[in-house]
Nanobody, 125 residues
Framework: VQLVESGGGSVQPGGSLRLSCSAT????????MAWFRQGSGRQREAVAT?????????YVDDSVKGRFTISQDNTKNTLYLQMNSLKPEDTGLYFC???????????????????WGQGTQVTVS
């Protein structure tokens, strides 16, 4: 599975961005997909996940609840992250990830996600 992110950039606080992740090469759908972010000097941490089977979502990072929305378009094999009311602390490298085991539905550590994109930078200042 190849994952390619796009949509990052620089915005002012309060602004919005929409990240996209295009997935190709998969023989079947992964169990779940997620957005991770890695701030400067920090570990890569899950922001939000989605169960590809029914589209149910989980926002791992409480700080993004009510501001970020994860979604998928199965017809386009694309994952999205709509980010509104951006804050400086949202700055980081955002990664798209796919997990092909059931662990990724309940354990959101990076090790449970097999496939990764290269990341797209989001800067809020």
């Amino acid at each position: 599975v190849q994952l390619v992110e796009s949509g990052g950039g620089s915005v002012q606080p309060g602004g919005s961005l929409r990240l996209s992740c295009s997935a190709t090469g998969a023989a079947g759908s992964p169990v779940c997909m997620a957005w991770f972010r890695q701030g400067s000097g920090r570990q890569r941490e899950a922001v939000a996940t989605i169960y590809t089977g029914d589209g149910s979502t989980h926002y791992v990072d409480d700080s993004v609840k009510g501001r970020f929305t994860i979604s998928q378009d199965n017809t386009k094999n694309t994952l999205y992250l709509q980010m509104n009311s951006l804050k400086p602390e949202d700055t980081g490298l955002y990664f798209c990830a796919a997990g092909d085991t059931w662990y990724c539905l309940s354990d959101f550590r990076a090790r449970n996600f097999t496939y990764w994109g290269q990341g797209t930078q989001v800067t809020v200042s």
